[in-house]
């Protein structure tokens, strides 16, 4: 089996972070603290655009365009195919109550597959200088999976070159007792 040769991070690799857009990953319910932590980031970084985008799991990748979208469809065929379009609304909506403050430039993109490649892809289409990623507040259930398969940030951090910012959304208090 030959070599495969996999880029590694380096400062050659790095994106310049001035003048960069930030990559937004967003699920419904979450925190308000991730859209006005990138918000703030972005204005420190010297009003840089921010692309929020959200990684529908239950729908597939039909196409990739070079500016980050997709064209996508159900996993499965027997759904009404355009009940996605109801959570893009709610997201933007949010979004826009969450940034009404904001002064910057920001997108939304609705992704399909796999969390960690959608976010990359799009990265790479609008040459992203980092990832800003909400920590999330698992459940029992949710923390199992995350431990087996591992969480949206963790892959990125593996799997590309960008740095990951992951703003906490909930904090463990240490000193109370471990609810197991």
Same mark, same amino acid.
């Given at each position: 089996?030959? &070599?495969?040769? $996999?880029?590694?991070?380096?400062?050659?690799?790095? $994106?310049?972070? =001035? #003048?960069? =857009?930030?990559?937004?990953?967003?699920?419904? #319910?979450?925190?308000?603290?991730?859209?006005?932590?990138?918000? +703030?980031?972005?204005?420190?970084?010297?009003?840089?655009?921010?692309? &929020?985008?959200?990684?529908?799991?239950?729908?597939?990748?039909?196409?990739?365009?070079?500016?980050?979208?997709?064209?996508?469809? %159900?996993?499965?065929?027997?759904?009404?195919?355009? %009940? *996605?379009?109801? $959570?893009?609304?709610?997201?933007?909506? !949010?979004?826009?109550?969450?940034? +009404? #403050?904001? !002064?910057?430039?920001?997108? &939304?993109?609705?992704?399909?597959?796999? =969390?960690? !490649? +959608?976010?990359?892809?799009?990265?790479?289409?609008?040459? @992203?200088? +980092?990832?800003?990623?909400?920590? !999330?507040?698992?459940?029992?259930?949710?923390?199992?999976?995350? &431990?087996?398969?591992?969480?949206?940030?963790?892959?990125?951090?593996?799997?590309?070159?960008?740095?990951?910012?992951?703003?906490?959304?909930?904090?463990?208090? *240490?000193? @109370?007792?471990? =609810?197991?």
């Amino acid at each position: 089996m030959p &070599f495969h040769h $996999v880029p590694q991070p380096s400062p050659q690799r790095m $994106v310049p972070i =001035p #003048g960069h =857009p930030l990559v937004v990953g967003v699920v419904p #319910g979450q925190s308000e603290l991730v859209a006005v932590t990138a918000a +703030a980031w972005a204005e420190a970084l010297g009003g840089v655009p921010l692309y &929020f985008a959200y990684v529908d799991q239950s729908r597939i990748v039909d196409e990739e365009y070079p500016d980050g979208t997709v064209r996508h469809s %159900s996993l499965d065929p027997d759904l009404a195919d355009d %009940s *996605w379009v109801v $959570v893009e609304d709610q997201l933007r909506d !949010r979004l826009d109550r969450e940034l +009404a #403050g904001h !002064r910057g430039q920001w997108e &939304f993109r609705y992704l399909a597959g796999r =969390p960690d !490649r +959608a976010l990359t892809h799009l990265a790479r289409a609008v040459d @992203a200088s +980092a990832f800003v990623i909400g920590a !999330r507040r698992p459940s029992s259930t949710e923390r199992v999976r995350e &431990f087996l398969a591992g969480s949206v940030a963790l892959h990125l951090s593996r799997h590309q070159h960008r740095p990951v910012l992951v703003v906490p959304v909930a904090i463990v208090d *240490w000193k @109370a007792p471990a =609810p197991w």
